[in-house]
């Protein structure tokens, strides 16, 4: 249980980064597209609509912010400023990476890819983080599987409340 409490505050960088494009492009307006309009050669475009400049600026900024005050805050959560900075941007380039896929398999913007849209970022977080440093003392294979199960579930219940306030179009 200890545990699994650590590996949600080592992760809670990478939920911000997740969540916070969401709130801004409500609120901002439609924003710009990261990949500019380019369509690839399958006639899909290379990310689509729903990965904007404002929304990676956003959620790099906040996650970077959530990383760095809890590196400063909470000693021993991560073991230097890389693996902080890592895990929002890992979130950042998974949930990038995952719109690509999407695409890729001829999914809409929007359209659901299950899996891959509750954990791609998180994955690509950890991945990421995990590269230099390595798993941190909490990550034995129970708990990692825990943190997955945690994440989906957050992912599923945060986008139904986003869908509720009216954040969403879709309640998935
Ligand atoms: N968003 C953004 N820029 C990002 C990530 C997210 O602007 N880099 C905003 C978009 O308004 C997007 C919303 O956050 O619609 C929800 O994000 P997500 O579910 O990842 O995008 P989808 O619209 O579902 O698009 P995709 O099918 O590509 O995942
Ligand atoms: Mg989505």
Same mark, same amino acid.
């Given at each position: ?8 505050? @080592? ?5 911000? /980064?997740?969540? &916070? ?30 990965? &904007? ?13 959530? /990383? ?56 690509? *977080?950890?991945?990421? /983080?995990?590269?230099? @440093?390595?798993?941190?003392?909490? *990550?034995?294979?129970? &708990? ?15 986008? /139904?409340?986003? @869908? ?7 309640? @998935?």
């Amino acid at each position: 249980m200890l545990s699994l409490l650590l590996a949600v505050i @080592y992760v809670l960088p990478a939920y911000i /980064a997740n969540g &916070t494009p969401v709130v801004v492009l409500r609120i901002a307006g439609p924003g710009h597209p990261l990949d500019m309009g380019i369509v690839m050669r399958d006639g899909r475009r290379l990310l689509g609509d729903g990965k &904007t400049i404002e929304g990676l600026a956003s959620g790099l900024s906040a996650g970077l912010a959530a /990383a760095f005050l809890s590196h400063v805050f909470l000693p021993g959560v991560y073991r230097g400023l890389l693996e902080c900075g890592l895990i929002p941007v890992g979130a950042m380039a998974g949930d990038i990476l995952g719109s690509f896929l999407k695409r890729r398999l001829g999914v809409e913007r929007g359209g659901s890819a299950p899996v891959l849209d509750q954990l791609g970022f998180l994955l690509m *977080a950890l991945l990421l /983080a995990w590269i230099p @440093y390595g798993p941190p003392g909490w *990550a034995d294979p129970p &708990t990692i599987i825990l943190l997955l199960l945690v994440t989906a579930l957050l992912h599923v219940s945060t986008n /139904a409340l986003a @869908y509720l306030a009216g954040l969403k179009e879709r309640w @998935y």
